[in-house]
């Protein structure tokens, strides 16, 4: 069984099919840049791109960064406003003619390694972050997860966690690495105090450069990159298009 996977983020719009019974994308993935204005017409006019790609016509999952309930987007802080109050699984199935079931990003990336990377069958508190554009998070206890946490958006020395601790931030300010671990280790820290996590998972664009930065995080909690890096939200969101593993 097959499902395209959309990963809805705030440089590059990313998508593939993957086969759900490994995980393993069935063919070459296909990014776009995201637009500086990504409204709903603009993620729609993608996603009808992406289909006549792949020459799809089966169910479609798209993980969103924002709050996602009931297939409405609630929040988009990276992306547009108008997009606060869209019936997005309606409107992309209007687009496509596919089946749609969007959610959080984060979300959807820490599907893929909940049920086949690094937090696999875990039955603790495993918590996936990723950090890229913004900080998005997925929280999972005993094998379910606890959607929308939005940990990224934890207030932090008088702004929020994302405008302080991002791959984004980093890379706006110029900051080595040695300049940012100090912050990513602030952030982590405050975490570890909320949540007590038996597990982090670090995704996005982070877990790609994670060996310049995991020697100086020190915590409790064992932290490890995501397997599946920065593809744990096409797989997430290909395997959230699927009623079999939710
Ligand atoms: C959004 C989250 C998203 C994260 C990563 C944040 O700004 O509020 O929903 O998961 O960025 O894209």
Known sequence: MK???IDVGGTGIKAAPVDLSNGEFDAERLRIPTPSLCTPEVLAKTAKEFVGHFNWSESI??????????????TAA?????????????????ATGCEIHSLNDADAA???????????AHQGMVLLLTIGT????????????VPNTELGHLPMNGTI????????????????WSEW???????????????T????????????????FSADINLQTPVVPARHQHHAGIIGAAFAASNSIL
């Not at 798209?62 to 409405?72: A, D, E, L, M, S």
């Not at 990513?184 to 949540?195: D, M, S, T």
């Not at 597990?199 to 996005?204: A, N, P, Q, R």
């Open 3 to 5: 499902a395209l996977g």
């Open 134 to 145: 913004g900080i998005g998070s997925a929280l999972f206890y005993q094998g379910k997860l």
């Open 161 to 176: 966690a994302e405008k302080y601790t991002s791959r984004k931030v980093k890379k706006d300010l110029d900051l080595t």
């Open 61 to 74: 999952g798209v993980g969103f960064p924002g709050v996602i309930k009931q297939g409405k987007v609630l």
């Open 78 to 94: 990276n992306l547009d406003d108008s997009w606060i109050g869209v019936a997005i699984d309606d409107l992309l199935r209007e």
């Open 181 to 195: 671990v100090p912050r990513l280790q602030e952030y982590l820290a405050i975490i570890e105090r909320i949540i």
């Open 110 to 120: 820490g599907l893929a390694e909940f049920h086949l990377g690094e937090g696999q």
């Open 197 to 212: 996590p038996d597990l982090i998972i670090i995704g996005g664009g982070a877990s790609k450069k994670f060996e310049k």
